[in-house]
């Protein structure tokens, strides 16, 4: 045809050198695709079944949140909600105010996290190079500074000041055993969840518990204040961070004084005393000694089923102030008889408990092989049952488990240096629980006598 040349279908050199720049091209952006999953990315949101997103999780997978470790963030520390501070002489330096064990779920966000929050999925590479991360804010005068640590004084090391004159916290993280302090420690997370692209979840469930406590101190030139009621600054005394491939966070040995990559935004955690725990300076009553171990006669199920009951007496030994106030309202002191965790879980259980005060003292393995169960312990005061308490905090009155601390049968032993020095016997009385069904076996029960201005 004129005018027309066909040409054989081939590829000039130039065309054949693009192409293979583009297959090399495509190899090469593989291969950044394949190395960008060795790393860990943030968790934003719950996505759909099919989700591909690296910053989403699949439903069943967890739930999430936003992260970001704000002042007053913090939940609670498992503290009692009112601490008191009298004087030295009653209370002298290194007496131990308050002590406290929560989980992250606990203290780590205002809104307790579900065990299943997640924070971060990581590649399953990257197995062995993940680290919970913690510290003191090192920055701060009143929350873990390097110049402040005035446990020292006391032989209290990783003490240090809080808001508050003459007192301390330290907080030690449980899973190590380690005390936190302004140098920035690390721990190796394992045991990881795996979602369902195969990557490992790091979850709220995953990071450590840890422990508070409150010391008394004489702080040096009279930092902190005096101002009583709730702990209203909001600096933070430490936090839970991460560290982890792709994640600029804190290195392990660094002073938080000058280091804190990744805050906010990366830290799953705030843990402070702020808006969880208020501050009396009342003068006050101390338990001095109790009978350490009540040991009942044997007893037969059919006795018990009878109505059969075994008593038996134990002494409470205490000391207070002269201007100590006994009572159960705001800033009197209050005696009340702490049943322990298993009794609790286990009264609880049975609808033994009621507006926070239990009815009876169960065994701590209640249940378990070899305890009887359908039995439990009143505690009587002058001849009338009381209720026990369930937990450490103060105002919930009679019904709670709180009661004056000097009461009718307390026996004034001595008067010295203007402490007075009291005895009173309470009575326990083992009898079978209504509507339950009597087993045998031992009964092996705690609790703990606690006195606390209101």
Known sequence: MKGTTVMPPVCTRRARRHALAWILCSVLMLALSETARAQCYWVT??????????????????SARRMYSCDTCNGSLGLPNVINVTSPEFQPPGTLLASGIATFMEYGNNVEDNPDTVFYRCAPEDAGKLFEMYSTNGDNAYSGHQNYEYGTSIGVSGGFATAWKDVVSRLTNLETGEVFSNIWKARSLTGLDVDSRGFLLVKAKNLSRIRTELYRVAVPNGIGNTTLGVYGYTQPNAYIAFTGPGISGPVAGT???????????YWPGTIGLYGKVSI?????????????????????????????????????EFKCEAAAVSGVTSNATAMGILVSAGSLAAANQLGLVSNGGASHLLSDQYGSPGIASG??????????????????????NNAGGWYPAQGPASVLLDTQGGIKRYRETFSATLEKLAGQTVTPGQIDATAQVIIRVQ
């Open 280 to 316: 009396r300076r009342s003068a006050t009553c101390a338990v001095n000694n109790v009978t350490p171990v009540v040991t009942f006669p044997t007893i037969s199920i059919p006795e018990l089923n009878a109505g059969g009951t075994r008593q038996l007496p134990f002494d409470i």
């Open 45 to 62: 949101r719950v996505g759909t079944a099919n989700t591909t997103n690296l910053y989403e999780i699949r439903p069943g997978e967890g």
């Open 255 to 265: 002073n938080h004084l000058n280091s804190w990559p990744g805050w906010p935004d």
């Open 375 to 396: 039995v439990g312990i009143r505690i009587q005061r002058n001849h009338q049952d009381i209720r026990l308490l369930t937990h450490l905090n103060t105002g919930s």
